[in-house]
């Protein structure tokens, strides 16, 4: 199995609380990993470092050999990580197509001048982009919203735009942060499976979730962090088993618990 | 275009045709019919004009980007003085207009980027604050820097400015077409004026409809997850900034020339907030609506002030209230009736950041 992301010993310290501590993980080319753990374990804080919205304190990244830049979200995007959010950030105003259109944007070039003059490759490179973005409402399955406004949406459909969003930058790692959250359980059996597509199309998947049933049927391998640490790595089987994950999860025996 | 046709009440929905061709009539037969009602009146028209320009520029910082600027005039300001330095007796310079207008438009274009970069962390109030302060440092400036070295002649302004010459056609003549029939230097200016307008709205909606317009519409709704698709939002800012002055400098050209006189009473605060009432008067992130707040709001206190003294002549025989009066108080009751009646301005942006013609093929259809 080859490496796609490494994450070497990762720390970020917000003030008195140490949000994430020496967290190393590996994650393979083609599998979906899944990031667990209780409520204010890091999880988000880790999206946050990796896709460059903060400035890790120790540790870096390194994605396909390289090391990631930190900082700066629009270079870690351009190497090939894209992410959601937990609570869905949409661009309202925007149409679902132009939303996903917006998403293409670090694959484009098309410069002022080009736009100004409308020549020949800004027009086609736009009509591509149209197009495309088109395909990608389909796959997620709301192309029937294309010319919707973002806001107007329902809710499973805004989790499903964001995601085509985050494709529409051709990435290959997908960070999803809860997508499952506020789902009932028709649209989660969906997600399952637009994620298993996901997968299947050859992008690397990043999972954040609460719900254990969807992280278990869906992930290769899973996380768990605990107070900013990574307390288990392993198969979801064996990740069930694991007596400091069910202390983290239950307060059972660890000398954090509430 | 299309916006503006699809502004037009009643007719823009049904028959958007149509509409374009009125819209297109109006803007051509304006002048002709105000000519009828006395000089001044094209005249208004010709400030009209420029204050479109400078509210499809703020609109483009403001609508588009979301950037609150307060300071938008001073933009307008950098292009009056670089035409009144490079055109006219005051450094006995008489630079031509194609050279004064590309480099009114860089010089305002980099005031932009100085006024972009250290604000470029900032958001709402914040940022409102400080473009007011840049604005009100323009303007401070100007009036001061006649002394050790004079250089913009403070508060008395800089006279007689070299009028627009195209191709060795004064603007600033009239033409003497027969011995009774002569075309008005207004209408000349009007319809330069027109052209700058017609050519600005072109390339607003070009960039529109664009990874640029996208990108800024993106920012302007939730700049993290902008940041998150990897908009790379500080050079994003910047292009909003230098492009939306770039407008400004043309038309402070375009003011300068025109009026023949700068001086820095024209580039108040309430200059800048007047641009940007009409912006938001119209509706912020439209293009038509920009277009819209600007005529109503440039036209209207001058209707006020040649209606306001017969009228009121005529019906109480003496005058109550004095037109300057009388004008901010119908503009204070035209916001307070716009916010109560349409919150997001005259014309609520509608607008569209792609083409759907482009998946025709698939069935796609507004």
């Known amino acids: 199995m080859i490496t796609l992301l490494e994450a070497r010993n990762i720390g970020k310290r917000f003030g008195g609380l140490q949000a994430l501590s020496d967290v190393s993980l590996t994650i393979r080319k083609g599998e979906v990993y899944g990031l667990i753990g209780p409520n204010g374990a890091g999880k988000t804080t880790f999206f946050n470092v990796l896709t460059g919205a903060y400035t890790p304190d120790g540790g870096e990244f390194v994605f396909n050999g390289a090391v990631l830049p930190s900082g700066k979200p629009h270079l870690v995007v351009a190497q090939g990580i894209a992410r959601t959010f937990q609570n869905i950030r949409l661009f309202r105003e925007l149409s679902a197509l132009e939303n996903v259109m917006a998403g293409h944007h670090i694959r484009t070039k098309a410069s002022v001048w080009g736009i100004l003059t409308q020549n020949k490759s800004t027009v086609e490179e736009e009509r591509l982009t149209t197009e495309r973005a088109y395909e990608l409402l389909r796959y997620v399955g709301i192309e029937r919203f294309a010319t919707a406004t973002a806001k107007n949406l329902s809710y499973g459909d805004q989790r499903r735009l964001e995601i085509a969003r985050a494709l529409a930058t051709e990435p290959q790692l997908l960070a999803l942060d809860e997508p499952a959250a506020g789902m009932n359980a028709t649209e989660t059996v969906q997600l399952k499976n637009l994620i298993e597509q996901i997968r299947s199309d050859g992008v690397t998947v990043l999972l954040i979730e609460h719900d254990v049933k969807l992280v278990m049927g869906l992930c290769d391998r899973v996380a768990v962090l605990d107070f900013g640490r990574k307390i288990a790595e392993d198969v979801p089987a064996e990740v069930q088993k694991n007596e400091a994950v069910i202390g983290a999860y239950l307060g059972g025996g660890h000398k954090h618990a509430h | ?366």
């Open chain 2, 1 to 366: 275009m299309n916006e503006l046709a699809l502004a037009v009440p009643w007719l823009g929905k049904r028959n958007p045709q149509a509409a374009r061709w009125l819209v297109i009539a109006i803007a051509i037969g304006a002048p002709l019919v105000a000519m009828m009602f006395g000089r001044t009146w094209v005249r208004v028209l010709d400030f009209a004009l420029l204050y479109i320009l400078l509210a499809l520029g703020l609109n483009l910082v403001v609508g588009f980007a979301g950037l609150l600027d307060l300071g938008y005039i001073a933009f307008y300001a950098v292009g009056a003085y670089t035409a009144a330095f490079l055109a006219s007796p005051h450094f006995d310079l008489h630079t031509p207009i194609w050279i004064v207008l590309p480099l009114a438009a860089f010089f305002a274009a980099m005031a932009g980027i100085t006024l972009g970069f250290p604000v470029l962390r900032l958001r709402g109030d914040y940022l409102a604050i400080v473009t007011l302060g840049f604005g009100e440092i323009v303007r401070i400036f100007m009036n001061n820097l006649n002394y050790p070295i004079n250089i913009t002649n403070g508060p008395q302004g800089i006279n007689s400015l070299d009028p627009i010459v195209l191709f060795g056609w004064d603007l600033s003549r009239n033409i003497q077409v027969t011995e009774e029939l002569a075309i008005n230097s207004l209408f000349l200016y009007y319809y330069f004026f027109l052209a700058c307008v017609v050519g600005s709205i072109i390339f607003i909606s070009r960039l529109q409809i664009s990874r640029v317009g996208r990108a800024w519409a993106a920012m302007r709704d939730d700049e993290l997850a902008a940041k998150a698709i990897g908009i790379n939002t500080r050079n994003m800012k910047l292009l909003a900034f230098s492009l939306g002055a770039t407008f400004g400098g043309v038309s402070g050209v375009l003011f300068g020339t025109f009026q023949g006189f700068v001086s820095p009473e024209s580039f108040s605060l309430m200059e800048s907030i007047a641009v940007l009432t009409m912006v938001v008067f119209g509706g912020m992130g439209n293009i038509a609506g920009a277009i819209v707040g600007a005529i109503i709001l440039s036209a209207l206190p001058e209707i006020l002030r040649h209606l306001a003294v017969p009228v009121q002549q005529a019906l109480f025989g003496h005058v109550l209230l004095d037109p300057e009066v009388l004008r901010m108080l119908l503009l204070s009751l035209a916001m307070i009736l716009m916010m109560l009646l349409r919150p997001s301005g005259l014309i609520p942006a509608n607008a569209k950041y792609s083409h759907i013609r482009y998946l025709k093929a698939k069935g796609v259809t507004e």
